[in-house]
């Protein structure tokens, strides 16, 4: 059985130079782990061949599996499916870094009885209010996705998923069904101007009585200020995301910004590299910025 990591990027450099970042902080802790990049040609020039043979695996993503009038995230991420590389698959969000060895995180994924994992932050029925089902009313998600009455809703925030590819090919086939079935713009709350893919993984959940939940929280977003050291939280979360938008007022607090570019420069000089994607470089090209 093969497992490893998938990240992605497409649409802007920034996105390619975040991919690079966070294989980079991977690999500090443990070369071993197999790190798959899933790109968008336009960008992958922006790397050089040095920086590209970090990553054990290359698969091009089509423009048309991220384009259509414009870049749109959901339009890949709900068809993930067909670029996952190992039987199983952890996959994050390249904005960010680690913290800490991400073995023992898919060592405990693996082990727990389910085959997509992710971080559900609210769950709840159809009178319910549910903690971070933030794109859209029950009652648009209830009537859209043709949800039952006693169906509960897990509100997910996909920054990493745990996918293993042999045991949820149905799910990713309704999943990419519904969104290309897609739904009316003007009554939910786009991400960045498109449809936000946790709208659609939540209730396509719902639809077939899936619940992602599990215990572990591998994310630190940083859009509150931890009572914790910089130790601490390297010791407690395995990633540290640069959550949100990237100019005027941010998601993620400026103290984890200007981190993530300080433990960045030690990475890059345990392994010999330049740290030449500062957080700038990826901060002004996050999708938010374009809506």
Known sequence: MTKGILLSAFGRKGYAYAAFNMCVSIKNFNKDIKVAFAFDKEIFKYLSPEKIALFDELIEIPKEQFYTNRID????????????????????????????????????????????????????????????????????????????????????????????????????????????????????????????????YS??????????????????????????SYTELGEKFYVLSLYGNGIGRKETKQRYIDYYDRIMRVYCSNQGIAHDYKVPYIMTDKHLNFK
Request: a negative charge.
């Open 73 to 200: 995230p959901a339009l890949y991420k709900t068809a993930i499916y067909n670029y996952l590389p190992y039987d199983e698959n952890l996959i994050l969000d390249v904005d960010g870094c680690a913290l800490q060895d991400l073995q023992p995180l898919i060592d405990k994924l693996s082990q727990i009885d389910k085959p997509i994992q992710t971080e559900v932050m609210g769950i709840g029925g159809k009178f319910d209010e549910i903690r971070y089902s933030i794109w859209a009313s029950n009652a648009v998600i209830w009537e859209r996705f043709n949800l039952n009455d006693d169906a509960i809703l897990p509100a997910i925030q996909s920054s990493f998923m745990y996918i293993k590819k042999n045991e949820c090919k149905e799910y990713f086939e309704k999943l990419e069904a519904n969104y290309k079935e897609g739904i009316e713009l003007d009554k939910i709350v786009t991400w960045g101007g498109t449809i936000p893919d946790e709208l659609f």
């Open 203 to 228: 209730a396509t959940f719902a639809q077939m009585g899936i619940d992602p939940t599990i215990d572990i929280k591998p994310i630190f977003f940083g859009n509150y200020y931890a009572p914790e």
